[in-house]
């Protein structure tokens, strides 16, 4: 048999094919069925069979399953914990003896995880990068974020919220100061 030849028609015991039912279901949904079609009982089981197929491939059909939002969070966590070389290493402590560097993939990723932890906003992608050091020698930072929203929150208090948490998880985990965050608001989700 070669490979690109379709089966073979099955055909009902009254003779009639299978597929040449399929072609005229809309005309017998219509009313249109001919004498043979209206008392077959082999052909009028097909054809209610074959309905009921088209109804539940086309609720099927449109259907528009959406991934649990805990699938996405976990890929993004294990995309986000994927090891690249840093861009840059920053200072801790630049003030006291001793060298004690951080990658700034690191402090990027300190600041996501702090963001993601907060109710309506989700993390996406950040850069930070250091700007110097305060009169005690601590390295200080500026970033860029993006986020993704729940619609209808209150954005305002959303992102002074962000901010702060992004400052303290800097200052508490990493030992570096936030001096500045500026925040894309990339996306909006419905839930």
Known sequence: MALNQPEADYELPCGRSLDGL???LDAVERGRADEHELTCPHCSTALRGLGELRAATG???AERPRPARDLTARIMAAVRAEPRAPRAMLPVDAGRPGRTEVSDRAVAA????AVDA????RARR???RATGADEDGTTVVEGRLAV???YGADLSRLLTVVRRRAAAA???RVGVRLAALDIDVADVDER
């Not at 300190?110 to 995880?113: D, E, G, K, L, T």
């Open 22 to 24: 399929w072609e005229r």
């Open 59 to 61: 609720t099927l059909r």
């Open 110 to 113: 300190v600041v996501r995880f």
């Open 118 to 121: 907060i109710d309506g906003v």
């Open 126 to 128: 950040c850069v930070v």
């Open 148 to 150: 993704t929203v729940t």
């Open 170 to 172: 800097c200052t508490a």
